[in-house]
């Protein structure tokens, strides 16, 4: 193929968004994926969760812009993606947890963040039937939400066809090709493309195709479990995190989809590394007990599914997002530590600037935040 200016490796949360921005700024792009459409990695394994209720100002920068595209999708675009407008709440039982998420709202608020602590009776008016022994008060950012992540995977993928892209789905790749020391292009199972950009979107499959031409870059895959419920009528709109560890788990969250459905995960800990997306028997029972000692009338509900995927993890829990220092013309897009579907829209625009040598005066600190070049301090965000 002739002409290509950009190939990216992966049409998941981040790669379908990259296409889709590097074609309104008319750059030709080749997408491929060894699935059969976009989306059939770990996006369709995310639970839907947005937010851009982040510690880091660069992810604040970032998650506010993808809030605004998911947010004005449909009303844009037409497209349903089922964005429902439920906030983020942390409830807070410790004085630990109150005083990190207070130590934060400064911060949150001074970057454009709309956030606030509220009071027991606040929080139980947004979440009916909490548990209210002991309970604190808690964060609430009113403004995040939830869409579903296989509708908005091929939303964005329509509009980057509509931009110009090109996909090809069901093609394996096996190496990346280098010549001179300079990444210029991919080899597959079907075939050869070249070109002068070739963006790693691979998630939690980038270190072994990055090994592929002899770069070692540091995402390190651990596997998450989440299930979902029955649909039933309204209870809550929110996304419930509840930051208190329990027996085999750090934190856990949930809330309920536009269909009334409870879409629930947890955070193993220790964490479970490996890209093994089998079910276990342990998740369940644990998530589940959890669940209902915080909302006791969630005992009643029963479970349609449950699944497991894995998040790309950086040694800081920061993404990697930039051009290799190892490789020229090699740029990644990865690492999203379970974020990537509710970063992807803003980090996909992020990284088409940065391609395009375009990159506004606002992300030079992201650059520099995300940059695979940085020195990694091995400290993850606890606020997952």
């Not at 039982?93 to 001074?110: D, G, S, V």
């Not at 039933?232 to 459905?261: E, I, T, W």
């Not at 209902?292 to 029963?302: D, E, M, Q, Y």
Request: glycine fraction near 12%; proline fraction near 8%; charged fraction near 20%.
């Amino acid at each position: 193929m002739d002409n290509i200016d950009v190939i990216i490796v992966g049409a998941g949360s981040v790669g379908v968004p990259t296409a889709m921005a590097l074609g309104a700024l008319g750059m030709k792009t080749l997408v491929v994926d060894g699935n059969p459409s976009p989306g059939q990695g770990d996006n369709k394994r995310a639970i839907g969760g947005i937010r851009a209720t982040h510690s880091d100002p660069a992810k604040i920068q970032v998650g506010l812009r993808s809030l605004e595209i998911f947010s004005t999708w449909s009303t844009i675009h037409g497209d349903n993606i089922e964005w429902l407008k439920g906030g983020y709440l942390f409830p807070v039982y410790r004085e630990q947890e109150e005083q990190a998420l207070k130590k934060l709202l400064p911060l949150q608020q001074q970057f454009g963040l709309n956030i606030d602590f509220i009071d027991p009776e606040q929080l139980r008016r947004i979440i009916p039937g909490i548990d209210p022994d002991g309970l604190r008060g808690g964060t609430f950012s009113p403004d995040d939400g939830s869409a579903s992540p296989l509708l908005a995977v091929n939303a964005f993928a329509r509009k980057a066809l509509e931009n110009g892209a090109r996909f090809h789905f069901n093609e394996r790749i096996n190496t990346l090709m280098v010549e001179k020391g300079r990444v210029v292009g991919i080899q597959t199972d079907k075939g050869r493309y070249r070109a002068p950009v070739v963006v790693d979107a691979a998630g939690a499959y980038s270190r072994p195709l990055c090994a592929t031409a002899g770069v070692d870059l540091p995402v390190f895959p651990d596997s998450h479990e989440g299930a979902i419920t029955e649909p039933v009528a309204r209870m809550f709109s929110c996304m419930v995190v509840d930051l208190r560890p329990g027996p085999g788990s750090k934190n856990y969250y949930f809330y309920q989809n536009s269909h009334g459905q409870v879409v629930f995960c947890i955070t193993p800990d220790p964490p479970i590394v490996g890209t093994d997306t089998r079910e276990t028997s342990v998740f369940l029972p644990q998530v589940a007990a959890r669940m209902v000692s915080l909302i006791p009338r969630l005992k009643a509900l029963r479970v349609r599914r449950v699944w497991r995927g894995c998040y790309p993890m950086s040694p800081d829990g920061s993404p990697i997002v930039g051009w290799s220092p190892q490789l020229k013309g090699l740029f990644h897009i990865t690492g999203m530590c379970g974020q990537g579907f509710m970063l992807g829209p803003g980090m996909g625009e992020l990284a088409a600037r940065m391609i395009a040598g375009r990159p506004s005066e606002l992300d030079k600190a992201a650059i520099a935040v995300f940059s695979p070049a940085r020195q990694f301090s091995g400290v993850r965000e606890e606020l997952k």
